[in-house]
């Protein structure tokens, strides 16, 4: 199972990016996946998560951030509008291998990918 986080970058305040979140070895249907992020000398944060029915943001994302997923592709997107430089990090996706799973805000997926750097600095 891989899962390959992409989309990352530099950008100004208050510009946007979209992270994907594509998946080999594995089916994203059915299944909860979610986004966290690190910024630098912190700790992992979570971000947003998907699940059948069911769509949750942190404060810090919510009116900002949307999460969708195209089950056609098997990814997972992350679309970031008005970015600050506070949401400047390493962005990483994650699943959770259990059918059915629902959306968790803690660490609790079984999959992770390798990260992606956003930066938003002018």
């Known amino acids: 199972v891989q899962l390959q986080a992409s989309g990352g970058g530099l950008v100004q305040p208050g510009g946007s990016l979209r992270l994907s979140c594509a998946a080999s070895?594995?089916?994203?249907?059915?299944?909860?996946i979610g986004w966290f992020r690190q910024a630098p000398g912190k700790g992992r944060e979570w971000v947003s998560c998907?699940?059948?029915?069911?769509?949750r943001y942190a404060d810090s994302a919510k009116g900002r951030f949307t999460i969708s997923r195209d089950s056609t592709k098997n990814t997972v997107y992350l679309q970031m509008n008005s970015l600050k430089p506070e949401d400047t990090g390493v962005y990483y996706c994650?699943?959770?291998?259990?059918?059915?799973?629902?959306?968790?805000?803690?660490?609790?997926?079984?999959?992770w990918g390798q990260g992606t750097l956003v930066t938003v600095s002018s």
């Open positions: 994650a699943a959770d291998r259990r059918y059915g799973s629902k959306c968790e805000a803690g660490p609790t997926y079984d999959y």
């Open positions: 070895g594995f089916t994203f249907d059915h299944r909860a």
């Open positions: 998907i699940s059948d029915g069911d769509l």
